[in-house]
Nanobody, 127 residues
Framework: QAQLAESGGGLVQVGASLRLSCVAS????????MAWFRQAPGKEREYVAS????????LYVDSVKGRFTISRDNAKNTMYLQMNRLKPEDTAIYYC????????????????????WGQGTQVTVSS
């Protein structure tokens, strides 16, 4: 059974950095688009960033552009989210997701496009 597992979250101060990891098990997602979403307290889950199957295309929501970097290592079945210059508004549960369809244009922001999800990892940025 395919699973995604996030790690790397934590409590940090404003301006700090964190690197989230998302490890796939049970199957490979090396040919699939993947993404990061987040859900802040009392808010809807929102798209953060996505990456195509070979890492050549990375797309971001405007609020994280220039601060976050999405990447992947298909040999390790792992996707990453490097988060720099963290702000209190980045506080959320971060989820990784994968789209099992092939040949899809990357950058889809709708949750419904992704059919595999991790359990989430908490990121808290204190001021």
């Amino acid at each position: 059974q395919a699973q995604l597992a996030e790690s790397g979250g934590g409590l940090v101060q404003v301006g700090a950095s964190l690197r989230l990891s998302c490890v796939a098990s049970g199957r490979s997602f090396s040919t699939n688009n993947m993404a990061w979403f987040r859900q802040a307290p009392g808010k809807e889950r929102e798209y953060v960033a996505s990456i195509d199957w070979n890492g050549s295309t990375a797309l971001y929501v405007d609020s994280v552009k220039g601060r976050f970097t999405i990447s992947r290592d298909n040999a390790k079945n792992t996707m990453y989210l490097q988060m720099n210059r963290l702000k209190p508004e980045d506080t959320a549960i971060y989820y990784c997701a994968a789209d099992s369809r092939l040949g899809i244009v990357p950058g889809i922001r709708s949750e419904s496009a992704y059919d595999y999800w991790g359990q989430g990892t908490q990121v808290t940025v204190s001021s």
